[in-house]
């Protein structure tokens, strides 16, 4: 009598690879966006919480709290890619100055290189009544991410200190700030 024997043959084992090969290949593409995406959403919901953050502490202390990106004197820069420093700026000065009682709220760290985070300001300052002071208008945060524009998003700030998240109201796939604007780095 013969036994049998089990299992697979080379044959079937190397159709096998080569459908899982192909499945994986379609899938790449999605993954990689996928991922891009989930990136893009931490950042700005970061940014839109240290936004929040910033507005609730100046109320709270009933300080002047300023949000930048702080040079290395300790001023505040108009490099949004690096770190974001909130801290309570007692004189409004836009500069962070330990010995005059400043004191630092929070930090969020760089974004990923390559990424873009820009604002039209160097920084963000939040009145004791909640409202930005400094003369800022309206601005929005734009992040786009490296070799995906259409995954930007953005955070969109208004005079009052109030903070939203950019939206797709017209979908067509691209965030729009409120008044309509795509957002979009240059």
Known sequence: MKKLAKGFTFIELMVTVAIMGIVTAMAMPSLTEFVVKMRVDNEVTELHSLTLLAKNYAVNSEEIVTMCPLASNNSCSDNWENEVTVFIDVN?????????????????????????????????????????????????????????????????LFRSGRAYLSTDSNNDGKEENRSGGVISCS
């Open 92 to 156: 409004g000065n836009n500069i962070y100055e330990s010995a005059n009682n400043d004191a630092i709220i929070k930090v969020k760290s760089a974004i990923k290189d390559g990424d873009v985070l820009q604002f039209p300001r160097t920084s963000v300052n939040y009145a004791p009544t909640g409202r930005l002071t400094g003369g800022l208008t309206n601005g929005t945060f734009e992040y786009c991410p490296q070799n995906y524009p259409n995954l930007s998003r953005g955070v969109v």
